[in-house]
């Protein structure tokens, strides 16, 4: 039962970016928060593009979560608009949560971050993560030395993973939020469309199946989401490769791969949808699409001059 949400004077509502390193656990964390999968998880790095908003509840508060990409030195187009779609989510949130891999502790990528965070002038929060995996006495030293390169206003210890420190991180933030009313219905867990969620459901699956040999060049695209009378819905998506070798891999030997893809997705989606769905995947070459205006737009990013 949600505590005071049925009177609008006593409500807050805020936003909380989730910034840190590649494969920090965001995706992980901002879906153990929501309660389903509002971001895609995979252990290829940099597999969040966009910023993904997820939604919770917490008594009388609505915190809109803001899942960024990880941050890490650009090399390409695509990383250069992925970082600036990061640090754009951190400064326009409410407040700003660090997620720090307590295994890894602090590296070149984290200290780069926290060179940055020192100039934002927001709520700074520092949550370590995977706590489950390292002895209390090294959080504890890591939680310190992390607070001694910049004042954190909290410092919270999590396992996105086993849900462990979730519960008081989430009471937390929601009385950092600012009174104001909710921005979203009490039931709505993420604002990306459903054909956007569709197409990262299937772009997961890819890096499931193929991260080892799949380039990290790929891209889903949700052409077609149309409701039939059954009340199902066809869904027809084209997952776009920079090479007719990466094709090939996509599709497997007799079609065995995208035929695994497709059925690991069909089940996400269902349960996303809360429908019957028919997916229908076809595999295109597009060489360079990681240097086309419209494929940025598509994923919700600006698209990089020079």
């Known amino acids: 039962m949600i505590e005071n949400a049925g009177d609008p004077g006593s409500r807050r509502c805020g936003f909380v970016a ?13 879906n153990a928060l929501v309660g389903a999968k509002v971001s895609i998880v995979s252990r290829k790095v940099q597999t969040t593009r966009s910023l993904v908003r997820g939604i919770a509840i917490a008594g009388n508060a609505q915190i809109i979560f803001v899942d960024t990409p990880g941050i890490f030195a650009p090399k390409r187009r695509l990383d250069r608009a992925m970082v600036t779609s990061a640090w754009g989510g951190a400064g326009d949130a409410d407040a700003v949560a660090l997620l720090v891999d307590a295994r890894k502790g602090i590296d070149s990528e984290v200290d780069a971050i926290i060179a940055r965070l020192k100039d934002l002038s927001l709520k700074r929060i520092l949550v370590l993560n995977k706590i489950d995996l390292i002895e209390r006495s090294k ?25 462990d420190g979730l519960a008081r991180f989430k009471d937390q933030l929601a009385a950092l939020m600012p009174p104001g009313p909710w921005l979203y219905p009490e039931d709505q867990l993420s604002d990306a469309p459903l054909r956007a969620l569709a197409a990262e459901i299937t772009r997961e699956k890819i890096f499931e199946r193929l991260h080892d040999e799949l380039p990290y060049q790929s891209t889903v695209e949700t052409e077609l989401w149309k409701e039939m009378p059954d009340g199902s819905a066809r869904v ?14 996509v599709i497997g030997e007799g079609g065995r791969t995208i035929k695994a893809i497709g059925s690991a997705a069909r089940k996400e989606l269902i349960e996303a949808a809360e429908q019957k769905i028919h997916l229908f995947l076809f595999v295109k070459v597009r060489e360079n699409w990681a240097d086309d205006p419209a494929r940025y737009r598509e994923m919700g990013l600006e698209f990089p001059k020079g």
Not at 18 to 30: D, R
């Open 18 to 30: 989730l910034i840190g390193a590649p494969n920090a656990g965001k995706s992980t964390l901002l």
């Open 139 to 163: 959080l504890l030293a890591l939680a310190s030395l992390l607070n001694a390169k910049v004042p954190f206003a909290e410092t919270f210890m999590v396992s996105a993973l086993t849900g």
């Open 236 to 249: 027809e998506q084209t997952i776009y490769v920079t090479r007719e070798g990466h094709k090939k891999i």
